[in-house]
């Protein structure tokens, strides 16, 4: 038995053998990833938020202003709903959804590694945050206040800069998954 041991290398107990450990693959680090999330949603919630505070100031009881004829055109409308006004009654609801949403991706954030999914997410992070502080701090009251929407495309529901972001992350999200990459970085063929 040692014979054979020592021709295919195997240490005899005793031996001071120690097996190198082998190297762990690099994992890309994830903080870069977390900061283009964050710079994503910062700028998102930013455009949002500025949006609506000049809609707020120069558009609000003042006529639409036609873009493209009546194809589209920049009109300040209160929602207390989700899109296309549903749901004037649920507005806890949808503030809580929102919420909600937001604590979700804070959770994910820890775990990303992958850009594009940083993209999606600042999106949805920002589209939300956007929607919620109107929610919050907009009249009638506090987690019951409507949201300030303003692009209205014909035959179509009026929304702001924030459903937009929301909207494109969805989409960017429904890709990835589509394509196999998750949030960590890795891609799976199912």
């Known amino acids: 038995m040692a014979e054979a041991e ?4 195997t240490p005899e107990v005793g031996d001071d053998f120690q097996p190198e450990p082998e190297p762990e693959p690099a994992r890309p680090t ?12 910062v700028l998102a919630y930013l455009l949002d938020l500025g949006s609506k505070m ?15 004829g009546d194809l589209l055109k920049f009109e300040a409308v209160r929602n207390p709903g ?7 009654a649920f507005t806890i ?17 820890r775990k990303l590694y992958s850009l594009p999914w ?16 109107d929610r919050i701090f ?4 506090v987690f019951r206040g409507a949201v300030v929407d303003f692009i209205a495309p014909a035959h179509f529901a009026v929304f702001n800069l924030a459903d937009s972001a929301i909207v ?13 990459l998750d949030p960590d970085g890795t891609v799976h063929k199912d």
């Open 6 to 9: 020592r021709i295919i290398g």
């Open 30 to 41: 994830g903080r870069r990833r977390i900061v283009a999330l964050l710079v994503v949603a």
């Open 54 to 68: 000049l809609v707020v100031a120069k558009l609000e009881h003042q006529a639409p202003i036609e873009l493209i």
């Open 82 to 88: 989700a899109a296309f006004g549903f749901g004037e």
């Open 93 to 109: 609801i949808f503030t809580c959804i929102a919420a909600t949403v937001i604590v979700v991706i804070v959770r994910l954030a």
């Open 118 to 133: 940083a993209i999606a997410l600042g999106l949805l992070l920002g589209g939300a945050l956007g929607n919620l502080t």
């Open 138 to 141: 907009r009249a009638p009251g």
């Open 168 to 180: 494109c992350g969805g989409i960017l999200i429904v890709l990835l998954s589509f394509r196999g």
